[in-house]
Every structure is written in structure tokens, then in C-alpha cells.
T-cell receptor, first 109, second 111 residues
Framework: EDQVTQSPEALRLQEGESSSLNCSYTVSGLRGLFWYRQDPGKGPEFLFTLYSAGEEKEKERLKATLTKKESFLHITAPKPEDSATYLCAASGSARQLTFGSGTQLTVLP | DTEVTQTPKHLVMGMTNKKSLKCEQHMGHRAMYWYKQKAKKPPELMFVYSYEKLSINESVPSRFSPECPNSSLLNLHLHALQPEDSALYLC??????????FGQGTRLTVV
């Protein structure tokens, strides 16, 4: 059975304090590893897709990386508007998205 | 355009009502999904349509009935729901082996 585990559950940072979110996965036949941002009461917003170990993607203050067992979402010099829940999801041979439980990020001014 | 549009945004219904949620995408995606999300939990897959055919039903109670009238539209018909069915209902679409794009959801409250 495919599994995706995210840590930490919650993270509070001061504005400008860089950190990383972790996503560990056990997926048969990984087809893609996805990162989403979700604001309260809204649908998940797509951020990145990673397909193979060693791949990296960047967007503004966010950088996603992938190894054979984990993905990291690095947040550099975060701002309060980066506060949200960040969801990791993996798609395997079953073709369904398996979501992690998310990391709730709060960036304090 | 990476937009998935869901209507209505909010819905309050009684346990004896019948209502429908609607979803539309114009990205040419051939897979469409319904998810249910409770507060502080990740989305849970309910149904998958692939090329307008139901390919996955995650043991969802029959009071939820999906319909895919064409490749751009997805409906979720609701009947005789329970208060525990109150949640954020999300529609998504994707191509093969690519990211899914989500709508903003319908906040459903069953009274």
C-alpha cells in the first residue's frame, strides 16, 4: 500500500527564517511526486511536480527536491504570506494520488 | 488556463434534500476526480473518471452519485445525506502522469 508521511505537522517561523518541510514516501512505481499549497477553505494550489531522484524545481522562495525515499520543500526567507498548509502527494502504479497529512506553516512578522 | 471551476461555493442542505455539485474544466484533461476533505485532514479520493467513464469508486455510499456528461463536466448528485457528510468537496482534473489541478471546492453543510 502506498504511503506518504509529512513532517513536521506544524511549523512556526519568524519572517526571514529559512527551513525545510519533509515528505517521506513508499510508493510502488513512482509516477510523480507533487507539492501543493492550501489556504483555509480553499482548494489545493499546485506548486511542483518531481519525477525522478535528483530533480529540483524552484519558484520564488520555494525549492522542491526529490530523492528515492524523500522529498523536501525548502523555504528561503519566508514571508507571512507564505503561511498555509503544504501538502505532498505521490502517484504510483495505481495512478491515484496518495496525500500526506500536510504541514501547517505559520510565518510570523 | 489551469482553472477548474466548481459551483456552488457554499451549500446548506437538509437530510431529505437532493442537490448537485458541478465542476468544469477546459484544459482538455481526460481524468476528473471528486475528493472529500474534512477540516485539518488531507483530501480523500471518492471517484475517478477516465475518458468519461467511471474508473474508480472508493467504496463511497450510494447517497453520492457521480456523473460525467462530457469530457469537460463532472457532477456529484447528493441525496439523503447525513450531518457527517459535511465537508469541503473538491473537484480536480489531470492528464496522464501529470499534476492534478483542483477547484476551489464546495463547502457543504448538512443540517
Amino acid at each position: 500500500e502506498d504511503q506518504v508521511t509529512q513532517s513536521p505537522e506544524a511549523l512556526r517561523l519568524q519572517e526571514g527564517e529559512s527551513s525545510s518541510l519533509n515528505c517521506s514516501y513508499t510508493v510502488s512505481g513512482l509516477r510523480g511526486l507533487f507539492w501543493y499549497r492550501q489556504d483555509p477553505g480553499k482548494g489545493p494550489e499546485f506548486l511542483f511536480t518531481l519525477y525522478s531522484a535528483g530533480e529540483e524545481k524552484e519558484k520564488e522562495r520555494l525549492k522542491a527536491t526529490l530523492t528515492k525515499k524523500e522529498s523536501f520543500l525548502h523555504i528561503t526567507a519566508p514571508k507571512p504570506e507564505d503561511s498555509a498548509t503544504y501538502l505532498c502527494a505521490a502517484s504510483g502504479s495505481a495512478r491515484q494520488l496518495t496525500f500526506g497529512s500536510g504541514t501547517q506553516l505559520t510565518v510570523l512578522p | 488556463d489551469t482553472e477548474v471551476t466548481q459551483t456552488p461555493k457554499h451549500l446548506v442542505m437538509g437530510m431529505t434534500n437532493k442537490k448537485s455539485l458541478k465542476c468544469e474544466q477546459h484544459m482538455g484533461h481526460r481524468a476528473m476526480y471528486w475528493y472529500k476533505q474534512k477540516a485539518k485532514k488531507p483530501p480523500e479520493l471518492m471517484f475517478v473518471y477516465s475518458y468519461e467513464k467511471l474508473s474508480i469508486n472508493e467504496s463511497v455510499p450510494s447517497r453520492f452519485s457521480p456523473e460525467c456528461p462530457n469530457s469537460s463536466l463532472l457532477n456529484l448528485h447528493l441525496h439523503a445525506l447525513q450531518p457527517e457528510d459535511s465537508a469541503l468537496y473538491l473537484c480536480a482534473s489531470s492528464q496522464e502522469r501529470t499534476e492534478a489541478f483542483f477547484g476551489q471546492g464546495t463547502r457543504l453543510t448538512v443540517v
